[in-house]
């Protein structure tokens, strides 16, 4: 089993900016890709960004350009860097790790963008 810590979430002006984080421990594989989704109340499940260890990240379009992710593979932990943070990504953001077997999902952390 992996267990997926998350942090960082909470309220943010409009413009803010917030930094996500997202531990993973038990086991660990050593290929994995870990990163972070996105669900909105009444929207599905959607990709923030997502990045392999020894590979490139990979965002959803309306982030490029304001989140970065990184990830420290000694720590097995990914960050998520948000700038100029909108109403529009208010919303729960999953942490998933996920190998070629299977995938984990951390419990989610709330991120709520005021106007």
């Known amino acids: 089993q992996v267990q997926l810590v998350e942090s960082g979430g909470g309220l943010v002006q409009t413009g803010g900016s917030l930094r996500l984080s997202c531990a993973a421990s038990g086991m660990i594989f050593s290929i994995n890709t870990m990163g972070w989704y996105r669900q909105a109340p009444g929207k599905q499940r959607e990709l923030v960004a997502v990045i392999t260890n020894g590979g490139g990240p990979n965002y959803g379009d309306s982030v490029k350009g304001r989140f970065t992710i990184s990830r420290d593979n000694a720590q097995n932990t990914v960050y998520l860097q948000m700038i100029d943070l909108k109403p529009e990504d208010t919303a729960v953001y999953y942490c998933?790790?996920?190998?070629?077997?299977?995938?984990?999902w951390g419990q989610g952390t709330q991120v709520t963008v005021s106007s």
């Open positions: 998933k790790y996920e190998t070629r077997w299977r995938s984990w």
